[in-house]
């Protein structure tokens, strides 16, 4: 998997003090109409030519593609560690980065960027549209010009915004609290559990108490993913052969369980079992839930309570792509469950609130 070599675009004539780099994933937003009218990626060092604003804007900006552009329902880890490693390697050279990433999976990438990426001090800002760029009512222009705006915000020096986050249609979200929640209207993504970072009117208004400006140590790349991971989603109907094939599939080691309320499960002597068996193998299971907000608390009803004493881990408020891009990083480091378990419940990097 490889990505195009920079492709400079100094966007005023004079040289602006702030480096901005752009990387282009794919996604509707740099899509054309072929012939067939099906929509294909256009060739983004024509980006000018379509965003003539961006002249305007006081920033060196500099575009790497991915030598393929694509759908971002086509995303894998793999692509996760490929733009993990297009920022680590060009960490010094840039203030801040903005990506390019269809919607569909963009709160996944934008989760295993800020687990793969420790220590980060500088913005990572991802977006992308819901009409392409070409199209006259399209909403990629402001959404990438105000990403921009916000990647390369500045404070006493310090950029305002340094964590991994997603701005779409006029709000800024944390990454790994956002997900995608509407498929036809421009309000694609929403953060249930956390504030937004940020709204963006006629000025951008950042919700400064809300961003995470600390950092312990230098930015460290975990490039190590294990994805011998599964989503185990409760329903009423559930049956023994469906939970049995999740449990069976060779080689498991974690599966995100998304249950019900705050935590809730059946509690059918069966299930209860399989889940036994699962833990007794070794498999982790992380107990999340099906809400768009609140949290799983195990123990609260009778039907979560036997999963706490099983060793099922209670997965707080994270959302399901924070988990499962979570528990693919920390399986791929960790043996040890009791370490894995401190590890998936215990905040990275704002992913999860304690209580
Ligand atoms: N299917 C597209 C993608 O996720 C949708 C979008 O870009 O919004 O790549």
């Known amino acids: 998997m490889k990505y195009n070599s920079c492709n400079i675009i100094t966007s005023s004539a004079y040289e602006p003090d702030t480096s901005i780099l752009i990387i282009y ?53 793999q692509h996760w560690k490929l733009m993990a490693r297009m920022i680590y390697d060009h960490y010094a050279n840039f203030d801040g980065f903005v990506v390019l990433h269809g919607t569909d999976t963009m709160a996944f990438s934008a989760s295993a960027l800020s687990f793969m990426l420790e220590n980060l001090d500088k913005p990572i800002v991802f977006t992308g549209a819901q009409l392409p760029i070409t199209s006259s009512r399209s909403d990629a222009r402001e959404n990438l010009i105000t990403a921009l705006e916000i990647a390369s915000a500045k404070e006493n020096g310090k950029p305002v915004a340094p964590e991994v986050s997603i701005y779409f249609d006029s709000l800024l979200l944390r990454g790994n609290r956002s997900k995608k929640v509407e498929s036809i209207h421009f309000d694609a993504f929403e953060s249930e559990n956390y504030p937004s970072l940020a709204e963006a009117g006629v000025e951008i208004s950042f919700n400064k108490k809300y961003i995470n400006t600390s950092v312990k140590g230098p930015l460290t790349l975990h490039s190590m993913l294990d994805t011998s991971v599964a989503v185990l989603k409760i329903f009423p109907g559930i049956t023994e052969e469906y939970v049995d094939a999740v449990i069976a ?96 419940t215990n905040s990275i990097c704002g992913e999860l609130s304690s209580n």
């Open 249 to 344: 599939i060779p080689g498991l080691r974690g599966i995100v369980m998304e249950t019900f309320g705050s935590g809730n499960a059946p509690t059918y002597n069966w299930f209860l079992e399989k889940i036994q068996g699962a833990v007794d193998k070794g498999i982790v299971i992380l107990n999340i839930t099906q809400c768009l907000g609140g949290r799983v608390d195990q123990g609260r009803y009778e039907t979560s309570k036997d999963l706490e004493s099983i060793g099922v881990i209670g997965g707080a408020d994270l959302t399901l792509e924070a988990a499962i891009s979570k528990l693919m990083m920390v399986l791929a480091e960790e043996q040890n469950m009791a370490q894995i378990a401190s590890r998936m």
């Open 25 to 77: 994933t794919g996604g509707t937003l740099g899509m054309v109409h072929n012939e067939d009218g099906a929509l294909i990626p256009f060739d983004f060092s024509s980006i000018l030519d379509h965003i003539p604003s961006l002249r305007k804007l006081q920033l060196n900006l500099t575009v790497m593609s991915f030598e393929e552009p694509i759908d971002s329902s086509n995303v894998n880890p």
